[in-house]
């Protein structure tokens, strides 16, 4: 069993950046992909970026390709998204995600632990 706490979510102007982070505990954290996923009100939730356990390749969704780059230290245990060039459509609560796997990281249903989600706010 993993835990994974999310932090720097918040609120931003459009044009801005945040970084988010993701520390894991419990589980071997350098063994598994990692993933980002958002929910936006009234929406289902969407994939947003993965990485593999070496952090040596990575998937990103096109909504955010280009402005979103996600990375990992597993020294640290700890996944991170760096978002940049944000919009208002951005806003949404941010989950980070263990994958059951190590290479796996493109969909849903690869992933099978989560934490609990910070809030990212984007305004116009």
């Known amino acids: 069993q993993v835990q994974l706490v999310e932090s720097g979510g918040g609120l931003v102007q459009a044009g801005g950046s945040l970084r988010l982070s993701c520390a894991a505990s419990?589980?071997?954290?350098?063994?598994?992909?990692m993933g980002w996923f958002r929910q936006a009100p009234g929406k289902e939730r969407e994939f947003v970026a993965g990485i593999s356990w070496s952090g040596g390749s990575t998937y990103y969704a096109d909504s955010v390709k280009g402005r979103f780059t996600i990375s990992r230290d597993n020294a640290k245990n700890t996944v991170y998204l760096q978002m940049n060039s944000l919009k208002p459509e951005d806003t949404a609560v941010y989950y980070c995600?263990?994958?059951?796997?190590?290479?796996?990281?493109?969909?849903?249903?690869?992933?099978?632990?989560w934490g609990q989600g910070t809030q990212v706010t984007v305004s116009s």
């Open positions: 995600a263990q994958s059951r796997y190590t290479g796996r990281y493109h969909a849903t249903g690869d992933f099978g632990s």
């Open positions: 419990g589980r071997t954290f350098s063994s598994y992909a």
